[in-house]
């Protein structure tokens, strides 16, 4: 079975802090990648795709690392309103992409 | 601004009962998606279709059919509804061509079975 791991946390991080999530995935096939952010009682709505030489969105970077089959995410000056679970989601090129059991993050004053 | 709407937000049901959740998208999407959520558990497909009138099961298809009648409309079926399907449903629709093909969630319905 294809798998997507996350560490569930929490991650608990003071405002202004810098945190870094990863995400493996067993299926070496695998084409393409994303980051999804979860509120609480909320559908996931995609925060950004991971491309193959790194992306950066303001205070939030992704890494794809294919050698070792993970991606990361890493957000920089943490507010009080990134606090919500981060899904990691993989697909190999069909129809069906892959979602991990996603990380949260706290964020706290 | 891109919609996926689902047609309720809360639903209580008896135990036995058969329950239709439905979903509906106004992107033109190929593709729609039933999950699961469930503490722990995180996102489990239960179906998806690619076009109208097909299906293809998920992960876990036991205890729910679809029917895709219409290609903004993707229904999702408990024949008999039971407690262990209590749980937040999530629909979602994505294209199958151009990039990224991100998937477009919608709220989720909260389903309760006693």
């Known amino acids: 079975r294809k798998e997507v791991e996350q560490d569930p946390g929490p991650f608990n991080v003071p405002e202004g802090a810098t945190v870094a999530f990863n995400c493996t995935y067993s299926?070496?096939?695998?084409?393409?990648f994303f980051w999804y952010r979860q509120d609480c009682r909320k559908e996931p709505k995609l925060l950004m795709s991971?491309?193959?030489s790194g992306n950066e969105d303001g205070r939030f970077t992704a890494q794809l690392n294919r050698a070792s089959q993970y991606i990361s995410l890493l957000i920089r000056d943490s507010k009080l309103s990134d606090s919500a679970t981060y899904l990691c989601?993989?697909?190999?090129?069909?129809?069906?992409?892959?979602f991990g059991r996603g990380t949260s993050l706290i964020v706290h004053p | 601004d891109v919609k996926v709407t689902q047609s309720s937000r809360y639903l209580v049901k008896r135990t036995g009962e058969k329950v239709f959740l439905e979903c509906v998208q106004d992107?033109?999407?190929?593709?729609m998606f039933w999950y699961r959520q469930d503490p722990g558990l995180g996102l489990r497909l239960i179906y998806f279709?690619?076009?109208?009138?097909?299906?293809e099961k998920g992960d876990i298809p036991e205890g729910y059919s679809v029917s895709r009648e219409k290609k903004e409309r993707f229904s999702l079926i408990l024949e008999s509804a039971s407690t262990n399907q209590t749980s937040m449903y999530l629909c979602?629709?994505?294209?199958?061509?151009?990039?990224?093909?991100?998937?477009?969630f919608g709220p989720g319905t909260r389903l309760t079975v006693t």
């Open positions: 979602a629709s994505s294209s199958p061509s151009g990039s990224p093909r991100e998937q477009y």
């Open positions: 299926n070496s096939a695998s084409q393409s």
């Open positions: 991971v491309y193959s």
């Open positions: 989601v993989v697909r190999e090129g069909s129809y069906i992409p892959t």
């Open positions: 992107m033109d999407h190929e593709n």
């Open positions: 279709s690619y076009d109208v009138k097909m299906k």
